[in-house]
């Protein structure tokens, strides 16, 4: 480059800063006139927001309440770390919270935070219109001239001097285009006060034209598309602020008893419910329970949520409905003696003396599809008599058991309890059956402001009724939340078994898929097209379903090897091809326990970092996942790979329902397993298996 040309450059340069240094007194000028003209206290705290404004943050000062004619709000902020409604108290006593009450000196002053929640509701329904959701906006109420950190539920308590490092620390969630989007949008529905001398927001000043209709301030779409954006190139553990208007919906929606949200893998239905469990726990002062019937999961969703909304984090219990019901047991003084070991080795004897050489051997052999009938058909639905199950209709089992059989399968399950009694173990069946009698026979002690159940096509119907019994038919009570096609567990039932009536406008579907690449929801699709399935709410519902497709990129890759070992070779290379900076976002997902322990050594020898999904918590490991298809349930991850997924061939029962039952199964287990991949699905087979 010649030095003239150097020159221009500078002095181009000198000018753009000369003109930035300009606005930025314009905006330093404006702002010192609304704060001349705001009362003492506001001036104080504004002045400790300065640091904000600096950082790209929106301060909107002294705002007219809608729908009143001289209620104001102090202070609206919006900045990366989200919305902050602001209330200012310029109190002489000393502010105080304790025992849930707020206090000036010693009077209580409870009025101001319901006060506060009232006007934030105000401004959670006035960016849902941007989809964005409730996690996102948070109470502020600020003391000047004080020293003071605390909360009251989700209200946060901060003194003068707090206030500012405080809300800095939040984590991003809005980029700036988002906020100026959200700010301008606020500063429509919250507009200046009229009685106050502080000057308009100018919407213009931020390149959108004065008295445009407030859609028009902001790309609704762009705002949309950007938020899928980011989540999907983020990390698998990106929390998200902005949802689609059909799942925002259901977070904020008013159910007048229990809800159900279904839809296919990878809809957002886990999303809804984390956002709901949030969102009520924002509105109640109560706790929520969230549960699941893998005992991994609850981990990774109280990481999750943490990460997304810390406030109300505390009041969601995240459990495993069996880990729940033991310790609902103990705090009731309830004795019990879970051990399912010693369980399954009465169920053995049990198979022994009566099982083998029963009519059930010629349908099935191997005890397996036994233990299971018991397990999920008769215990896990709370079958105490011979008469209720000579007749019942057993949900996801094919083969129709004659009488002949039922009696024998009755006097098996009397035969194990007999057993398992007398050696004084409980199984997982008797601790929810147990927990159930408690909460019937003692209602109305629930702590619970409302339950979600996550995966709710994998509890039983006994656990159902338990959840169920906590909250009862109350008003956003109970929430289910999961897909019949993603049943990976034998067996099924009916809500309406519980006594739940999700009818109506109680039971909503998710159609859109976030997740998966087009290919790889194909590929899933393909595994389970024939299997129609029997939804919990009773709907019979065909395998191949229609899903609308977020995200179109992806490749699926197979690789058939001839043998055992040539097939591991080529996942090592098949994960090292990928990289090491993928291995993170990566896991290997197999059939078994047995195979997950053989693809944790192969991996741990090959030097490639692994952890167990039973340890994952949700937060970023340096290490592909390794785990079950069971494990993997309600998790994603970039690139998945299926080492030997196709079941091998091999002599099966004899009962040709029970065998097509069995393979249904499995199949439903390879889709869920398929459906955790977002980018990449590796399938190695070995040819034997074929
Ligand atoms: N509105 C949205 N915008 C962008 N991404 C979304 C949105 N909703 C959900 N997602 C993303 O889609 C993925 C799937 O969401 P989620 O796990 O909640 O689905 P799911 O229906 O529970 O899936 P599954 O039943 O297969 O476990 C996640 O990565 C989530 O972040």
Redesign the pocket.
Known sequence: MVAGGSASVRAQEARRHERELREQLLAAQREARRWEAASEGERKVAAQLLMLTGRGWRLLVDRRWPGTRSANVDMLLVGPGGVFVIDVKNWQAPPGAAEGHLTAGRQRRDGEIGKLLAVTRLAEAAVAALGMSPVAVQPVMVFAGRSFTGELGRVRLLGEREVGPALLAERARLTPPGVRAVADHLAQVFPAYESSALPEEHPGAHGVAPGAPAEALFDLDGLCEA??EA?RSGPIE?W?T???PA?LALVRRNWSGPARVS?P???????VALHRAAHLAQRTTGRILYVTFASNLPRVQRTFLRTMSPAVADRVEFRSLHAWAQRFLDERGIPHNLHGGKAEDAFSRAWLHLGRHSVLASLDPSPGYWHEEIDRVIKGRGITRFEEYATLRRHRRRTNLRRPHREAVWALYEEYERVRIRRGVHDFNDILALALAEARARPGRSPYAAVIADEVQDLTLVGVRLLHALVGDAPNGLLLVG?GQ?AVYPGGFRLSDAGIDVRGDRGQI?RTN??NAREILGAALAVVADDAFDDIDGTRTAGLREVDLAYHGGQVLRSVCRTPAEHDRALLAALRERGEPTWPDSAVLCRSRRETAHYQHLLERAGIPQCSLDRYDGRPVAAVKVGSYRRAK?L?FAHVYLPDHAPPLGPGPADEDIAGERAELERAQLFVAM?RARDTLWLGAVRRTL
């Open positions: 938020a899928v989540a990106q998200m902005f949802l689609h799942q839809g893998a990878g809809t957002g239905k886990t999303v897909d993603q998710l976030y997740r309600g994603e459906t």
